[in-house]
């Protein structure tokens, strides 16, 4: 079956302009999670939707970072007066069931391929 | 908080020879430890998970991890490396009290396997 997709695969942008970065769950998945991988370093985690809500925006590194998820499915990643510190690969997961309480909290989380964006 | 150390940034080995990927976490309550393999331009693979149970876990690709609750660590190991086995390996860590259910990745880890 098809497995978690990103588009686009890379995106180049110039400093100040807006970005979107969109993600297609694995088909079924309730929860998507929205991690930063940055040059060098680990995973940074953003934000996690349970169905279209989203419990926690704990990650978001400022108030130009939103997320939204429609349909309980499809993500979009939205980043507002793109910096040069926000270049990075952006990743989308999703995972098969509800997070809390078992069995879903014992899930892995599925990658998507990731999106490299380069702010110039 | 959660968190996850991989002391080594980088680990060597020769082909055929056995191979450990480092892992130590912090939970306040019980983990859930995960390892994950990254191919250039890839996405995360999942490769094998611990939840309870068995302390030896076997996974993906010949991979096996052992929990050690006294140690706090989950280290990542295979008996025979190969070179298709270089990438760039990430533990991860769930905290069972952890309401946002969200993983904490450690640093990572790139594992060269030379012939």
């Known amino acids: 079956g098809a497995g978690v997709s990103q588009s686009p695969s890379n995106k180049v942008t110039e400093k100040g302009k807006d970005v979107e970065l969109r993600c297609d769950p694995i088909s079924g998945h309730t929860a998507l999670y929205w991690y930063r991988q940055s040059l060098g370093q680990g995973l940074e985690f953003l934000i996690y939707?349970?169905?279209?809500?989203?419990?926690?925006k704990s990650g978001l590194p400022s108030d130009r970072f939103s997320a939204e998820r429609t349909g309980g499915s499809v993500s979009t990643l939205t980043i507002q007066r793109t910096q040069q510190e926000d270049s990075a690969v952006y990743l989308c997961a999703s995972s098969p069931a509800p997070p809390s309480g078992p069995p879903g909290i014992y899930n892995e989380q599925f990658f998507g391929p990731g999106t490299r964006l380069t702010v110039l | 908080a959660q968190s996850v150390a991989q002391p080594e940034d980088q680990v060597n080995v020769a082909e055929g020879n056995p191979l450990t990927v480092k892992c130590t976490y912090s939970v306040s309550g019980n983990p859930y430890l995960f390892w994950y393999v990254q191919y250039p331009n890839r996405g995360l693979q999942f490769l094998l998970k611990?939840?309870?149970?068995?302390?030896l876990v076997k996974g993906s690709y010949g991979f096996e991890a052992e929990f050690n609750k006294s140690q706090t660590s989950f280290h990542l190991k295979k008996p025979s490396a190969l070179v298709s086995d270089s990438a760039l390996y990430f533990c991860a860590v769930r905290d069972h009290n952890n309401a946002g259910n969200m993983l904490t990745f450690g640093g990572g880890t790139r594992l060269m396997v030379k012939p």
């Open positions: 939707f349970q169905g279209n809500s989203a419990p926690d």
């Open positions: 611990y939840i309870t149970g068995d302390n």
